[in-house]
């Protein structure tokens, strides 16, 4: 079946430090590629997305590009921000049949940022 | 911005007892789902539904599970008699009819579940 797989965490950083946070996924097909971002006390909030290959997804400064050779979605943000402390997941959400809507998260990915 | 909401933010309950927890989706959306998070782990999927009835379920999703849209807002997962096992943060999250199908799910803030 479908799967997502994170990098370990958690990661911490100082503020203005470059930001990568490694995705890769397994599945069949074209599934589409998601960044959720969960701040302290809140719930799930999309960040960003890619639909097909190649697509790049960006918010906030923050980026990520599907690759399909590599079937990873790495997450990127230049310099990051104390208020960029949160937790990070990526997910895989499959096209067609009869499971669009129903997500496959990886296991999320503790970000800290310190001034 | 319009928001998914559930409440309550917490509920602590015994062994056995059941509980209901609730969620208010996008007013225009018509796809639901609960999601989970057990401490630690990867946010699971549990249940979809629309047009007033489960369109997917998991394996986690048993008998004990049961979700309801008793009137035009709400939507609701009840869990018959909880178990240790059953604590986690229950996310609801919602989709409108007009979005392609890899659009994006809205997600409520939670609520964590603790079973005692």
């Known amino acids: 079946g479908d799967s997502v797989t994170q990098m370990e965490g958690p990661v911490t950083l100082s503020e203005e430090a470059f930001l990568t946070i490694n995705c890769t996924y397994t599945?069949?097909?074209?599934?589409?590629l998601f960044w959720y971002v969960q701040y302290p006390g809140e719930g799930l909030q999309l960040l960003l997305k890619?639909?097909?290959?190649?697509d790049k997804g960006s918010n906030k400064g923050f980026e990520a590009t599907y690759r399909k050779e590599t079937t990873s979605f790495h997450l990127e943000k230049g310099s990051v921000q104390v208020s960029d402390s949160a937790v990070y997941f990526c997910?895989?959400?499959?096209?067609?049949?009869?499971?669009?809507?129903?997500?496959?998260f990886g296991q999320g990915t503790i970000l800290t940022v310190h001034p | 911005e319009p928001e998914v909401t559930q409440t309550p933010s917490h509920q602590v309950t015994q062994m056995g007892q059941e509980v209901i927890l609730r969620c208010v989706p996008i007013?225009?959306?018509?796809?639901f789902y609960w999601y989970r998070q057990i401490l630690g782990q990867k946010v699971e999927f549990l249940v979809s539904?629309?047009?007033?009835?489960?369109?997917?379920k998991s394996e986690i999703f048993d008998d004990q599970f049961s979700v309801e849209r008793p009137d035009g807002s709400n939507f609701t997962l009840k869990i018959r008699s909880t178990k240790l096992e059953d604590s986690a943060m229950y996310f609801c999250?919602?989709?409108?009819?007009?979005?392609?199908?890899?659009?994006?799910?809205?997600f409520g803030n939670g609520t964590r579940l603790t079973v005692t």
């Open positions: 599945a069949t097909g074209y599934p589409s």
């Open positions: 999250a919602s989709r409108d009819r007009l979005s392609s199908y890899n659009s994006p799910l809205h």
């Open positions: 539904f629309y047009n007033n009835e489960i369109s997917e």
């Open positions: 890619a639909t097909k290959a190649d």
């Open positions: 997910a895989l959400l499959q096209s067609g049949g009869t499971s669009y809507g129903k997500l496959t």
């Open positions: 007013s225009n959306h018509l796809y």
